[in-house]
């Protein structure tokens, strides 16, 4: 059956690679995992998706892959409807979700042929050579004839990245893909992420470490208790949360009782700086009275917000990721 064109022309770009609208799942017994979802990862973005433990975002990644069936609203995913669309979105779409699946007993190439077999629309005759390329571009070649078993944590994740490569993919979802790394082989992930992006791929990552989101990703949504909390530009999300009020002074203990009089909140003393969290307000009052109290000052600001100082402010919750 013919399908018929996308409402943005097929290319999934104006109304975003992956647009969901009201998405939600209720599983049996009145399980609420996802609760009218409305999300738009726009094209070419590095997109991070986050939430603290429970908060939908696995069960999300497997209603867009048409894995899973949501019990209402839309998911479209490169302009098409899903899960009906998958056999035609799907060979666009490279996707590691909980790990990869692998046979032990055969090794790291094989399986890699096996996955590229197994894809109706992949050119056997092109097969071993994109093999071999896939492989080196996630560091694997010298392991390449190793049984999968024998692969640690961190080679798995690697080899499961690998099969997502073997083809040229308009988007790539990737749930955990740093996941049992040593610091060396998640910088070459994050690298590699990053030249994916440049090449005009667009990348759906779930991560539960934060500073990976703010060193790769462009755009970012935050998820909690199965509602979306809130998307936009990294810098957009870190923006709309004030910074700490940070104090660089020797006379801490002081600088902490000034700052608590005038309405500094959370006041945090470590070694010679006291941060805490500034009132409304001009902050050059609270330098003032600081001056004016017989603190010695030698460094005064607030300081950028982080994304997990976002996280935080948004979800009331740390983050502890898992699903």
Do not use: W
Request: hydrophobic fraction near 40%.
């Amino acid at each position: 059956m013919h399908e018929p064109p996308a409402a943005d022309g097929g290319d999934g770009v104006d109304g975003g690679v992956i647009r969901t609208r009201g998405l939600t799942k209720r599983y049996r017994g009145g399980q609420l995992a996802v609760d009218g979802l409305d999300l738009t990862v726009p094209a070419g973005s590095v997109f991070g998706f986050l939430g603290p433990n429970g908060s939908g975002k696995t069960t999300t990644i497997r209603m867009l892959m048409g894995l899973i069936e949501p019990t209402s609203g839309t998911a479209r995913v490169l302009g098409r409807p899903m899960p009906r669309s998958a056999p035609t979105v799907l060979p666009q779409v490279g996707a590691l979700i909980e790990g990869p699946a692998l046979y032990g007993f055969l090794n790291g190439r094989d399986n890699l042929l096996r996955y590229d077999a197994a894809d109706p629309t992949a050119d056997p005759r092109t097969r071993a050579a994109r093999v071999a390329a896939a492989l080196d571009r996630v560091g694997l070649t010298a392991a390449a004839g190793k049984r999968a078993k024998a692969y640690s944590l961190g080679m798995k994740q690697r080899l499961g990245l690998a099969a997502a490569l073997l083809r040229p993919r308009r988007l790539l979802v990737l749930d955990e893909p740093t996941n049992g790394l040593d610091p060396q082989g998640m910088r070459e992930i994050r690298s590699l992420v990053r030249e994916l992006a440049s090449d005009g791929t667009t990348v759906f990552l779930s991560s539960h470490l934060l500073d990976e989101i703010e060193q790769v990703c462009t755009h970012a949504a935050v998820m909690a208790r199965g509602r979306l909390v809130t998307q936009g530009t990294v810098a957009e999300l870190a923006a709309a949360t004030r910074g700490r009020l940070a104090v660089t002074t020797p006379d801490t203990a002081d600088a902490a009782r000034v700052l608590k009089e005038h309405g500094v909140a959370d006041v945090v003393v470590a070694g010679d700086r006291v941060t805490g969290e500034p009132p409304d307000g001009e902050p050059a009052e609270l330098n003032a009275a600081l001056v004016a109290a017989g603190v010695r000052v030698r460094g005064f600001g607030v300081e950028r917000a982080s994304l997990e100082d976002a996280f935080v402010a948004l979800t009331g919750e740390g983050f502890d990721v898992a699903g």
